[in-house]
């Protein structure tokens, strides 16, 4: 599964606004899930999104189970502040994810189902393998497990 998080710095973005390029994704038979957070503000802090990126995954789950689509594994990919949630998620979070995070990607124009658009490092980091987008001279780490 391919869960994109969209970006807006935390406090503004909506998952709509990826529809058609999550259902271009979807239509390659990839399956694949978006989702809304609770914007930061005074009653909600960082750690309380990725709560919320733990129940997604597990809803997911749940809803592949009626389709009989098997979720154990995914990737984490988002524009801007949802690349940001995917890695923290990834760093953090994880190990506790009835869904195994493989990788996280940042997307960008880029489609993230393009294998062209990153490549594996051999560069160990926490005995994972690290992915660096190439299109983007940021290069924004990845976890792969």
């Known amino acids: 599964m391919i869960l994109y998080i969209h970006g807006g710095a935390w406090v503004a973005g ?6 058609e390029e999550l259902s ?11 989702m809304n957070y609770h914007y930061v503000d ?6 309380d999104i990725l709560d919320e990126i733990t129940m997604c995954l597990n809803k997911s789950k749940e809803i592949g189970k009626k389709y009989n689509i098997n ?3 995914c990737l984490l990919t988002g524009g801007s502040a949802g690349a ?7 760093y953090s979070r994880a190990k506790e994810s009835n869904v195994t995070v493989k990788a996280v990607d940042k997307a960008g124009n880029e489609s ?7 490549f594996l490092d051999t560069q160990e980091l926490e005995g994972h393998l690290v ?3 190439t299109n983007d001279t940021a290069a924004v780490p990845a976890y792969i497990n």
């Open 71 to 73: 979720i154990n594994s």
């Open 131 to 133: 992915i660096y987008n």
């Open 84 to 90: 940001h949630l995917s890695m923290l998620y990834a």
């Open 14 to 19: 909506d998952k709509d606004g990826y529809r």
């Open 42 to 47: 005074k009653n909600t802090n960082v750690f």
């Open 112 to 118: 993230v189902a393009d294998s062209d658009s990153i």
């Open 24 to 34: 271009s994704m979807a239509k390659d038979n990839y399956v694949v899930a978006s």
